[in-house]
């Protein structure tokens, strides 16, 4: 898998998007972009992925440069049970390989 | 609904005994299973791949005959750390993939060993 770069942690206000964002710059052509989060003591709960194109499902959207090196998970209105660990991974369909993710902290 | 169940969610046990976690795939038949370990403050890390019907792959650095896996049907894996010691108490999740390459992996609640 590619590797990718999180930042180590955010803040976000409640009720305000949340834009966290990853670079995978040796992406390959067959990798997809993949979002997870785990909340505490629980496991990864999966929230979006892609390929080329941007994608929105209920939870989020996902951006994608055009060239693949970077990509971006938008939760839209970010609420308090949305503090977790947000893990970006870039695979072909084996074993996901976690990085450090991004610890985002959500705020009243 | 979950699509993959762990079972148990949190288990103690005395040193040098063993416990066995199970993992089901809920939804579909899965000849793959992927177990996962993380220490506190730390990620995920891979520890194997298990394999319905054959040997499961070891990551490098993880003691196959420790950490005991057995594949025996398309829906359930099970991890039994042999003789465990206070440093195997950690968090073990299972993760199963979807049904083709361009779904996503589901993962189990995760099984939070405690080693006394």
């Known amino acids: 898998d590619a590797k990718t770069t999180q930042p180590p942690s955010m803040d976000c206000a409640e009720g305000r998007a949340a834009n966290l964002p990853c670079n995978h710059s040796?992406?390959?052509?067959?990798?997809?972009v993949y979002w997870y989060r785990q909340i505490h003591s629980q496991g990864p709960q999966y929230i979006i992925h892609?390929?080329?194109n941007n994608e929105t499902n209920e939870m989020a959207s996902l951006i994608i440069t055009e060239d693949r090196k970077s990509s971006t998970l938008i939760l839209p209105h970010a609420t308090l049970r949305d503090t977790a660990v947000y893990y970006c991974?870039?695979?072909?369909?084996?074993?996901?390989?976690f990085g450090k993710g991004t610890s985002l902290l959500v705020t009243p | 609904g979950a699509v993959v169940s762990q079972h148990p969610s949190w288990v103690i046990c005395k040193s040098g005994t063993s416990v066995k976690i199970e993992c089901r795939s809920l939804?579909?038949?899965?000849?793959?299973m992927f177990w996962y370990r993380q220490f506190p403050k730390q990620s995920l890390m891979l520890m194997a791949t298990?394999?319905?019907?054959?040997?499961?792959?070891?990551e490098q650095g993880v003691e196959k005959d420790k950490f005991l896996i057995n594949h025996a049907s398309l829906t359930l894996s099970t991890l039994t750390v042999t003789s465990a010691h206070p440093e195997d108490s950690s968090f073990y999740i299972c993760?199963?993939?979807?049904?083709?390459?361009?779904?996503?992996?589901?993962f189990g609640q995760g099984t939070r060993l405690t080693v006394v």
């Open positions: 298990s394999n319905e019907g054959s040997k499961a792959t070891y």
């Open positions: 040796t992406i390959s052509g067959n990798e997809y």
């Open positions: 991974i870039a695979n072909s369909g084996y074993a996901l390989n």
């Open positions: 892609g390929l080329k």
């Open positions: 939804d579909f038949q899965a000849t793959t």
């Open positions: 993760s199963v993939w979807g049904r083709s390459m361009n779904t996503e992996a589901f």
